[in-house]
């Protein structure tokens, strides 16, 4: 089986840059008014509306000035590069299942692992807590990875994960 390594669209990416660009000046402007009319509700609201959607442009424009591979599927495993807190390369040996999630109208790929702890002990105390905040809102599983700024089909790429995950899972039984 060949490697498949999906990239980002960078149109779909240029949209997120315009929404951060929105969502961070908004921010800003909620903060200046609550400080010019001297409104500690404003001030907090647009001081962590600032920080949170200020460090998201960031990220945002980072990803859009220097593109990445989104998803890389190999016969070792899976190496997500989705968000942020993404969590690198997964071992399909790590892997105990892979299904698709719905959070709202967003789908996600979501793994459950066999060794949660494993995993964890690799990765910084920020990536951490969001995989396992993560858990508890997508059916348990550790690892949620985002294609939405893709043109890939989803179902698709699952499908595809399965077949590596089971070809694995044989030649390693």
């Keep these: 089986?060949?490697?498949?390594?999906?990239?980002?669209?960078?149109?779909?990416?240029?949209?997120?840059?315009?929404?951060?660009?929105?969502?961070?000046?908004?921010?800003?402007?909620?903060?200046?008014?609550?400080?010019?009319?001297?409104?500690?509700?404003f001030t907090i609201i647009g001081g962590i509306g600032t920080m949170f959607f200020g460090a998201c442009f960031a990220i945002i424009i980072r990803r859009f000035l220097k593109p990445t591979d989104i998803l890389i599927v190999d016969r070792n495993g899976i190496t997500d590069h989705s968000t942020a807190t993404s969590v690198g390369f997964i071992s399909w040996e790590d892997i105990k299942d892979i299904f698709i999630t719905r959070c709202l109208s967003q789908r996600s790929i979501s793994i459950k692992l066999k060794n949660t702890s494993k995993l964890l002990s690799h990765m910084t105390l920020t990536r951490s807590i969001y995989n396992r905040l993560n858990a508890r809102v997508s059916s348990g599983a550790q690892i949620s990875i985002t294609l939405q700024s893709t043109d890939v089909d989803i179902n698709e790429i699952v499908k595809m994960m399965l077949e590596r995950l089971e070809a694995f899972r044989s030649t390693h039984s």
């Design 1 to 41: 089986m060949e490697d498949m390594v999906i990239k980002q669209n960078q149109n779909k990416q240029f949209k997120l840059v315009l929404l951060g660009l929105v969502m961070a000046a908004i921010s800003v402007f909620v903060l200046i008014m609550g400080v010019n009319e001297s409104d500690i509700r």
